[in-house]
């Protein structure tokens, strides 16, 4: 099973990159960003808590988000593998990732982090909130507020995909299919 952590910054190029990897690998998608807006709209009780942390900027807390994507994998079981975009944030997360699939019999293959620089982070961002209707992509605050919770909070997650050798850093700037394999090349000399 290949399961990967698709990592990087708000604005990287995650769902962009995970759909051609979905494609070529047949892959499971699995957003939390995507599993959020769906309880979102669903107005579910755990998508109403998540969205008062959204609306800030800031992470939506481990018990609530493992709990979403637990019934998600829990969905998909003859999968050839997940992509996990936008997880885990933490290493609490990380941690339960591991646990729930090893509960699986299966682990984390390896965590592929799409580095980006900030000032194009923001320009993509604000690109974004212009076409795909987000508007927590439109105000430069959140925005930053994004980027500082991620460079604090989210990538120290790369040391704990480090100590397991499993951690491959992807230049994330350039065009989408020069980016896309990288990815591909990374993915096949694993």
């Known amino acids: 099973m290949l399961n990967i952590v698709l990592f990087g910054p708000p604005g990287a190029g995650k769902g962009t990159q995970s759909e051609r990897l ?109 076409f795909s209707g987000r508007p927590d992509d439109a105000d430069p605050a959140i925005i930053q507020n994004r980027i500082n919770v991620y460079k604090n909070e989210t990538a120290p997650v790369k040391a704990f995909y480090e100590a397991q050798n499993k951690f491959i850093s992807i230049q994330g700037i350039g065009e989408i299919d020069e980016i896309s394999t990288r990815l591909y090349q990374a993915i096949d000399n694993r």
């Open 22 to 130: 979905i494609e070529k690998y047949g892959l499971v998608h699995l957003s939390t960003g995507d599993i959020f807006r769906a309880n979102i709209k669903g107005e579910t009780e755990l998508g109403l808590l998540a969205k008062s942390f959204m609306d800030k900027g800031a992470l939506v807390p481990d018990e609530v988000t493992i709990n979403m994507l637990k019934s998600e994998v829990l969905k998909h079981e003859n999968a050839k593998g997940f992509i996990f975009d936008g997880f885990p944030r933490t290493n609490a997360q990380a941690t339960a990732l591991d646990e729930l699939l090893s509960s699986l019999n299966t682990s984390i293959t390896m965590m592929l982090a799409l580095d980006v620089e900030e000032d194009e982070l923001r320009e993509r961002l604000k690109k974004r909130a212009e």
